[in-house]
């Protein structure tokens, strides 16, 4: 951006922070100490935190979190933190940042004692934890974690293997010269055979194949790669620990594999019928070990199918959750009452439907207050649904629905593939006494050319309901990320037509 905009005056990161009101404790940590160590690495001259202490005692008001400790003087998280980076990094000297993959932050740094620290972080919310293996190490190694605790690595052969996770930490060398040559991710889930199917030119669509789905009530198959890069033959092992409504027959295997060379596991697992009839994922954990070099886990996520019809009446998906909220208003003193306060500020269960004829979706909202003015295009500033189909098209379908003061209904077509415009039909309810809004929404399938094949292969689906209550767009509950920021259909959750 820098060089973009010419700007050659210093960059000076000088009032960056986040409350732990928004997240907790430990994710505040987490964001100290990568904004810290990536504004240093990207050659930022100075870095403040806001604040020092949290200006009072309300834990769900951001403005009294920002503190590294609280107002009485206790250390919070990212107090901790804080001393991890002042211990380990003070008076360090900046290397080059380090190529571990798309989603990893890892940097290179010279400790003043001449210790070589490695911070490294996974930002890939659906890769959980990476697996890396270093070759070339001559030092003596250890993992410090976010807090400053130390735990000693094997060194075999020169190599070390390391997991890089969601929580940053630093890979410490001791007696390192050289940086270590990167050999790569030595345990992955393979590639899984596709339970969506179908062809398009929507690159999401395509990459959310590749997805690991479970089909309820059939037979999945899960496998894992083991890439050996060093120069000695490596025993590995795996034992699974299921969620529930998942079973496995066989939770346990063990491999060799030669050096320079690689090897697959393959389990077998079976889904209930009632897996993922809620649009939740659950996690498979892998735990495994690598020859002496490494003992740890993976975790992979089992993403549910939506199978339609439905065998009962419960929603397809429902929003009720912190987690599935996203708050647009700044962390202010004056906006402290524009915050989601539960479900009876905003919640919403979805049913979808397939008729011969027709796509139907059914919502129904709780909101404490019903706001909409807007016109068509802005319907998305009131109260409101959008939400996105994606049949392998690009563009993709967005839809806005509302239901206006007066009680009338109001629809929007915001993207559509070319040459198409499906005519939407909605009718709305507004009961004032339990606060609920009703949507009802048809489409016909020749509008959409949601063929039977279509259907059958698979297509994505996903849905955001807005939260105006007089003053602003205060926020909204998703189903998954791609429609109220970035547009993407990458994490859409796939629904599938019974044969
Ligand atoms: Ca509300
Ligand atoms: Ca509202």
Known sequence: MRKEENVTAPWYANETALPSSDGGEHFQAITLFQKFLYSWAKGAIGYNWYDLRNDGYDATYGEH???LVTRDFYPKCAYAAYNTLASLYTKATFLSQMDFGADI?????????????????????????????????????SVIDLYGNEAPLGVENDAVA????????????????KLPANGGNFFTVA???????????????????????????QDNSLAFVFRNPTAH???????LAMPPNINCQQLKQSVVIPTNSQKSMTFKLTASKDFGSSGISAPIIANASFGSLWKGELTVTANPVVMLPASGNHPQFMLNDRMQYVKLVAEAPELQHLTWSGPEDLSANIWLELTKDDFILRAVVVDDVHVQPYPDDKLWQGDSIQFALCFGDTPYYEFGLARNQDGSANTAVY?????????????????????????????????????????????????????????????YLEIAPGIGREKSARYFQLIKERK
Request: one cysteine or more.
């Open 162 to 177: 390391y997991k890089i996770g969601r929580n940053p930490a630093t890979l410490r060398l001791q007696g390192q010269e």
């Open 415 to 475: 993207s559509a593939p070319p040459n198409r415009r499906p005519k939407l039909k909605l009718t709305t309810v507004r009961d004032e006494a339990t606060h609920t809004t009703t949507y009802v929404c048809t489409i016909s399938r020749a509008d959409l050319k949601l063929t039977p094949q279509r259907a059958q292969d698979g297509f994505l689906f996903n849905l955001i309901v807005n939260d105006n209550d007089g003053d602003t767009r205060e926020g």
């Open 233 to 239: 033959d490596i025993t590995a092992d795996i034992e």
């Open 191 to 217: 590639a899984h055979h596709p339970v969506m199917t179908g062809k398009g030119n929507c690159k999401e669509y395509l990459e959310r194949q590749k997805d690991f789905f479970i089909l309820p009530g």
């Open 65 to 67: 979190n920002f503190g």
């Open 105 to 141: 932050d890892a940097f290179a740094f010279r400790a003043a004692n001449g210790d070589l620290l490695i911070p490294a972080w996974n930002l890939n919310r659906a890769q959980e934890n990476s697996m890396i293996i270093l070759l070339g190490v001559t030092g003596k190694a």
